[in-house]
C-alpha cells in the first residue's frame, strides 16, 4: 500500500517536473514576443507626431512594423512546437496578453494602410499562426476581439492628435470606422468577463471621436463630403 | 477603399434618410455595413457556442459534485461488517452510474474540443468524484489506484463519430482529490472508534501518513491550493495520531463506547462537524 502511494505521487513529481520545464520553454518564447511587441508599439506611437504625411505612415511606420511582425510569426511557430496539440488553453494564460496586444498591432497597422477592420483570418495570418483550432496552435477569438477594442482606444487618441495636426478628415474617418466596430461587437452576447468590460470602453471611444467631429462641424472645419470621398479612394 | 457621406453618427438613422438622397450611395452603404456584420455574426455563434457549452458542463459537473457527496455520504453509514458489503455494492454502483450519465455527457461535450479550456466548468465535480472513487478503493480494497486506471474509466467511444474520448484528469484534481480524502479518512477513523474498531484506526492512520509523505514530496510546487490543503491534511493526521495514541494509552480503561469522546474531546474546538456523523 505505501509502497504504491508513493509511486503516485512519484509520477505526480515527473507530471510537475514535465510541466515547469514546458512552462519555461513558453516563458522564454513569450518574453521574445512581448520584445517585438514593445518594438512595434514604439514604432507606431509615431503616428500622433506633428507633420505626419498620409504617405509616410504607410511607408514607413507600417512598413517597418511589418518587418518586425517576421520575428512575431518565427516566435509563434516555436510555440506551436512547443505546445502539445490540444493542450492550447493549458498554457494559454502565458501567451495570452501578448496575443491581444500584437492583434491589437496587426489591425492598427491594417486600418493605417486600407482603412478596414481586419478580418480574424488575416490577424492570424500576419501573426502566424492558425486561424482555426482544428488546424493547430490557432488565434483565440476572445484574444483577436480584445485587440479590436484596444484598437478603438488608440483611434480615438489618434483622432484628437490628427485635428491638432490640421488634419481634419481623419477624425470623420475614424468615427465612421469605430461606429462600425460598436455596431459589431454590439452583436455579440458577452459574458461577464475580460471581454464585456474592455468591451464597455468601447462607448468612450466612440463618445471621444464624436465630440471631435462635432467640434469640427460646429466651427466649419469639416471637409465638404467630395473631399473625403476623394481622399478615401 | 470606398467612403460614403456619412458622418458616422447615428449610422442606422442616417442611412434611412439616404433613400431619399440616392439609392446608389445606400446599396455602397448596407454593403459595407454587412460586410463587418456578417464577419461579428460569425463571431457570436462561435463565442456562444463556447458559453453555451460551458455553461452545460457546469451544469453536469454540480450533478457530479452533488452525486458524489451523497455517495461519500453513504460510504459512511457502514457500521457493521454485515453492512459493509451491501454499502460498498451500493456505492460501486451509483460510481459507475456518475460514469455512464455524467461523465459521458460531458465526454459528448467535448469531442473535438480542447478538454483544457473547459477543465475549469467541471473541475469540482471532478474533483469530488475523485474523492468519492478513491474513499470507496480504500474501503474496498485498502488502496487506491492511479489517474490513469481512473481515465480509462472514463473512457467513452462514440460509434456514430468512431472517436473515443478520454475525459481529462489532471494529474493536479487528482491530487487535490486525494487530498480531500484525508478529510473523510479521519471521519471515518473516528466513526470506526465509536464501533470498536480499533485495528483500523491505525491502518487508517498509516495510510494518511503515507499520504502526507507524498505530499511533502511536492511541496516544492508553488501551487496556492495545494499548500492550502496540505495544511488541512496536516490538522486531519494530527487529529488521527491523537486518537491512535488514545486508544493505545487509555483503551484498557475506559469502555469501548466512552472511548471517542475521550479521544476527539481534545479537538472539539478545532471540530469540523464529524461529530454529527
Redesign the interface.
Known sequence: ??V??????????D??NNEEELREEIRATVRNLEKSARDILMILQNIHNENNMEENIISQYCATSRELFIDVRKNYAKLAEVVPR?????F?EQWRFVTQKLCFLASLIIYLE????V??ETVAEILGVKNN??DGFHLD??DY?MGLLQLSAELSRFAINSVTNGDYNRP??I???????N???R?????NDSLRKRFDGLKYAVKK??EV?YDL?IRGL?PS?DS??E??? | MSQTKDDGKNRGHRSKINIDDGKQENVENMHENSLIVQQFQAYAAELDDKHDRFERIVKIGRDINIESKRIIFLLHTIDKKSKQESVLCEANLRLQKVAQHQFKAIAFELKDQDPYLYLKGYRNGLEEYIEAVTFYQYLKYDNMENWLELEKTLTYTFPEKSKTIQILISPFEYILGIADLTGELMRQCINTLALGDRASCYQTCNFVRNIYKGFLGCASVSNREIHRKLSTLKQSLHKIESVCYTIKVRGSEIPKHLLVDVATGEYADSDEGYQAY
Do not use: C, H
Open positions: 500500500m505505501a504504491r502511494i508513493s509511486e503516485i505521487f512519484n509520477s505526480f513529481q507530471y510537475l490540444d493542450q492550447y488553453y493549458r494559454y486600407i482603412k478596414v477592420l478580418t480574424k483550432r482544428e477569438l476572445e476581439l470623420i474617418e468615427a465612421r470606422f469605430v461606429n462600425d466596430l455596431a459589431g461587437f452583436l455579440l452576447n458577452l459574458k471621436v464624436e467631429v462641424s469639416k463630403p473625403i470621398t481622399k478615401g479612394e
